[in-house]
């Protein structure tokens, strides 16, 4: 169950207020950065960038960007704890369940933040409509 979202820093800039104009809808990247078990409570950092540029193509130029990092606290049975642990070692993922949740939390919180500071700065908001659903894929 997760027992609490922290967001930590929150970064913006623009590089060019000219540019503004020319903006398109961010591309949104969010990363789980570390986590960290201990007893009955795991630990997750993240990163959610969103990067504004001014068109589409692989030239397209960077106008700014938004940056927040924080964690995202899990508390759950040792044994439960030792297991994610166990995966996040060894395949680098989560629990699909426990993944999705701490993803739509953070799609959710940070998108709000991430819009007052974008208003700000006259950027478009960060913000993800939709819900996140993972899919594993099929070992082979």
Not at 38 to 63: C, H, R
Not at 95 to 108: D, K
Request: charge should be negative; proline fraction near 3%.
């Amino acid at each position: 169950m997760i027992t609490e979202f922290t967001i930590s820093k929150v970064e913006g800039k623009i590089n060019s207020v000219n540019a503004l104009a020319k903006q398109r809808y961010p591309k949104i990247n969010v990363n789980l950065e570390e986590v960290t078990g201990q007893n009955d409570k795991l630990s997750v950092k993240y990163s959610f960038v969103a990067n504004y540029l001014d068109g589409e193509s692989s030239s397209s130029e960077s106008i700014g960007e938004l940056k927040l990092t924080g964690s995202v606290e899990v508390k759950e049975s040792k044994d439960e704890i030792s297991s994610i642990m166990k995966r996040w070692n060894d395949q680098h993922t989560l629990p699909t369940q426990l993944a999705e949740e701490i993803m739509n939390g953070l799609n959710f919180r940070c998108s709000a933040t991430g819009t007052l500071v974008a208003y700000s700065l006259g950027l478009i908001p960060p913000l993800g409509i939709s819900t996140i659903k993972i899919q594993e894929q099929e070992k082979k």
